[in-house]
């Protein structure tokens, strides 16, 4: 999940190099929080939200692979 996750998020952005992503594993949950420049931001999160919520969804449906609920924080 990490992976697919960096990977989309250094293909969106100005920097890939500033793309950080901190994974949380507990039990049935992995939590991802993905660290981008300040300037790329709002390319990531998009108008309403709405890359992010495309985003949310592609990882999400990558998890129904390996049965544990996935969750995204843009920080």
């Known amino acids: 999940m990490k992976e697919l996750l960096e990977f989309i998020a250094k293909s969106m952005v100005s920097k890939p190099d ?8 507990e039990e049935n949950i992995i939590t991802l929080k993905l660290h981008v420049a300040e300037e790329d931001m ?3 999160i998009g108008k ?6 495309a985003i949310r ?3 999400k449906a990558a998890a129904v ?4 609920k ?3 924080e843009i920080v």
């Open 18 to 25: 500033s793309v950080v992503i901190e994974e949380i594993n």
């Open 42 to 44: 709002g390319k990531v």
């Open 48 to 53: 309403q939200g709405r890359i992010a919520k």
């Open 57 to 59: 969804t592609v990882i």
């Open 65 to 68: 692979h390996i049965d544990k």
């Open 70 to 72: 996935v969750i995204v």
